[in-house]
């Protein structure tokens, strides 16, 4: 048994001045100057416990209450603001039994029950408008509701890394990015935020592989999501199915006593983005690590997406909209690392096989 607290504040304000000239003179753009602040406090509190089943199941259970607080205020170019004030409940239940223990590999069994929160950003909600151009202007919506999805999985799990996984998300309030068009004027568009209604995601992944502790290993996995929406979107009934496939991969081999290669991609199929149908994308990352001087040095060289493969092809079909086009993320990177250990001993996060030192 164990409980906790936890509280967080932010508090931040902006002004931005924007001129045009008018012959030698320079006149304050009215639509674009604003001034806001905006104060967000979250207070949460959790309680829970485990115990033991009968056939060597532990059954663990627990529930945290979350208030949210959030006020913004803008006075430029208008008067106006929004309040936040919630408390919600998250209860969350999981099963876990060993059903495999042999030649040191361990498998257990999960059946896990929670629910979670994902709430606006103050970007989303404050009303100002932020003009492209001629043609699109975007803008917050304050009367944004967080989401809320509950999920239910089955998995088999290595090392808390799941091996096979089965799930279902159940998402309602979705709040998107959306485009719609101008009420005044039909050849400009609005992009901004919505409550679009309810959405059922099935998924289920699986991964195979040697585990870590050799000279070389790897995993190899694949998730499927179908996800089914619906809703209302501009004033219609919005019905929407989608499968897509994500594949993903990762390799270490020591080369040497101290040298070690690690290679790494994801390729996505048939992806979404909001409601943006996406094409093939991937990424392919390798890198190099090198090991001194009894271990306290340690050189590590990365490259990312070097096959310059993050050119993502879009289509938006919804509504009056008809969009289609591709956008290319300069994902790219060059990076070195150098590490020194001064011999003062760290606790350090847990880290998926094959993952990438960070470059910042």
Known sequence: FCSGVKSSFQQFSSTSDYFYNFGSILVNDTQRTSSFSHTEMINAAYLQGSVKLPLEITLKSGVRMEHTYMDGRQTVPVDTGFLVNRADLFPYLYLSRQIIDMFDVKLFAYLIYRRTISRPGYDQLNPYIKYVDQFLYETGNPELKPQFTDNIEANISYEEWPVFAIGRNYTTDIFSNVVYRDKVNDNISVMTYDNLGKNTETYFRG???????????????????LTEYDGIYEGQPLQFTRGSW???????????????????????????????ELNTFGSLNVGIRQELFQDRLTVSINMRDILHTMVTEF?????????????????????????????????????MPGQFESED
Do not use: C
Not at 319 to 333: A, K, P
């Open 315 to 351: 289509e938006l079909t919804q509504g009056s909209q008809r969009t289609s086009g591709d956008r290319y993320t300069d994902s790219q990177r060059w990076g070195i690392n150098i590490r020194y250990n001064f011999g003062f001993s760290a606790k350090e996060d847990k880290k």
């Open 207 to 225: 991964m195979a592989g040697i585990p870590p502790g050799h000279v070389y290993f790897f995993g190899l996995g694949a998730q499927y999501n």
């Open 246 to 276: 994500r594949f993903f991969t990762f390799h270490s081999i020591k080369v040497a006593k101290n040298t070690k290669i690690h290679v790494s991609g994801f390729m996505m199929h048939r992806g979404l983005f909001n409601f943006y």
